[in-house]
């Protein structure tokens, strides 16, 4: 599977921002897709995942301001980000995975600073 994350970029605190990820190749072996990010000198970590049944998780620090989906039809996985903070600066990484393989997509940078 090939990933190919767009959307990233420069905005205000409190402004949003819809990261895409379009998958190409095996499609039909994914079954879980997710959004992860990493900030300088920090340990990637997952900031939401779906999975084929639509079965949603987000990390605490975003609920209720991150809204992931995806469209089957286009192959292509989103991330509605509102309400962005100082703290949500990082490079954003898509993630697939199923039938023992995982994939990743490289990263969309999102700086959020005044």
């Known amino acids: 599977v090939q990933l190919q994350a767009s959307g990233g970029g420069l905005v205000q605190p409190g402004g949003s921002l819809r990261l895409s990820c379009a998958a190409s190749?095996?499609?039909?072996?994914?079954?879980?897709m997710g959004w992860y990010r990493q900030a300088p000198g920090k340990q990637r970590e997952l900031v939401a995942s779906?999975?084929?049944?639509?079965?949603?998780n987000y990390a605490d620090s975003v609920k209720g301001r991150f809204t992931i989906s995806r469209d089957n039809a286009k192959n292509t996985m989103y991330l509605q980000m509102n309400s962005l903070k100082p703290e949500d600066t990082a490079a954003y990484y898509c993630?697939?995975?199923?039938?023992?393989?995982?994939?990743w997509g490289r990263g969309t940078l999102v700086t959020v600073s005044s």
């Open positions: 993630h697939t995975y199923g039938l023992g393989i995982g994939s």
């Open positions: 190749g095996s499609i039909f072996s994914i079954d879980y």
């Open positions: 779906i999975t084929s049944g639509g079965r949603t």
